[in-house]
C-alpha cells in the first residue's frame, strides 16, 4: 500500500545538538515532498518543499531536507536546534491521486 | 493580513448533536480541505473542494457534510451520525494542488 512512514514518534535532542527527522514514502517516481510543523493546539507551518532539481532543499527557521530517490526518504535536519523548535513534525506526500498524504508524525522535545 | 481562520477555537457538544464548524480564508485561493487529526494518526482528508458549489469526498467522509458557497468559506458539519467526533479539525486552503495553507484548528469535545 501507498504510505508516508515517519519511523520517529518521538525524539529528544539537547539545545545546539543537530537533529535529523527521518521520513520515507511510497509514492511515485518523483513525488512532491513536503515538511511541515506543528506546535500545540495550533495549525501547520509549512517548512519546505521538494518538487523537483536540487535534492538539498533549504526551509525556514534553518531547516533543510534531502531528497534520496534511491532510498526513497525525505530526511529534515538542522545543525543546531533551538528551544523553540519542540513541536510535532510531519512529512507530506504528493500521491498518485494528487491528494496529499500525512505521516503519522514526529514529536521533538528539546532538553535544556 | 491574509490568512485562514476557524472559529471556535475550542467547541463542546453533547452527543446526538449536529455542530458546524467555520472556516474563512482571504487568500483567494479556489481550494479548501478539511482535515481530521487524532494523536499518532497524522492528519486524515475529510473533504475537499476545488471550485465554488463543488466538493469531494476524503478518506473519512462518513458523517460529515460541508458546502461551499462561497469562495472565502468553507464550513464543516459534524452530524450526531459520526461516531466518534471528539478529534482536532484543521482547515486548509491552497491555489495549487500541492502547497497547502492551514488554520489554526478547532478542538471539538462530544460528550
Known amino acids: 500500500a501507498q504510505s508516508v512512514t515517519q519511523p520517529d514518534i518521538h525524539i529528544t535532542v539537547s539545545e545546539g545538538a543537530s537533529l535529523e527527522l527521518r521520513c520515507n514514502y511510497s509514492?511515485?517516481?518523483?513525488?512532491?515532498l513536503f515538511w511541515y510543523v506543528q506546535s500545540p493546539g495550533q495549525g501547520l507551518q509549512l517548512l519546505l518543499k521538494y518538487f523537483s532539481g536540487d535534492t538539498l532543499v533549504q526551509g525556514i527557521k534553518g531547516f533543510e531536507a534531502e531528497f534520496k530517490r534511491s532510498q526513497s526518504s525525505f530526511n529534515l535536519r538542522k545543525p543546531s536546534v533551538h528551544w523553540s523548535d519542540a513541536a510535532e513534525y510531519f512529512c507530506a506526500v504528493v500521491d498518485n491521486n494528487n491528494d496529499m498524504r500525512f505521516g503519522a508524525g514526529t514529536r521533538l522535545t528539546v532538553k535544556p | 493580513d491574509g490568512g485562514i481562520t476557524q472559529s471556535p477555537k475550542y467547541l463542546f457538544r453533547k452527543e446526538g448533536q449536529n455542530v458546524t464548524l467555520s472556516c474563512e480564508q482571504n487568500l483567494n485561493h479556489d481550494a479548501m480541505y478539511w482535515y481530521r487529526q487524532d494523536p499518532g494518526q497524522g492528519l486524515r482528508l475529510i473533504y475537499y473542494s476545488q471550485i465554488v458549489n463543488d466538493f469531494q469526498k476524503g478518506d473519512i467522509a462518513e458523517g460529515y457534510s460541508v458546502s461551499r458557497e462561497k469562495k472565502e468559506s468553507f464550513p464543516l458539519t459534524v452530524t450526531s451520525a459520526q461516531k466518534n467526533p471528539t478529534a482536532f479539525y484543521l482547515c486548509a486552503s491552497s491555489n495549487t494542488r500541492y502547497e497547502q495553507y492551514f488554520g489554526p484548528g478547532t478542538r471539538l469535545t462530544v460528550t
Open positions: 509514492y511515485g517516481a518523483t513525488p512532491y
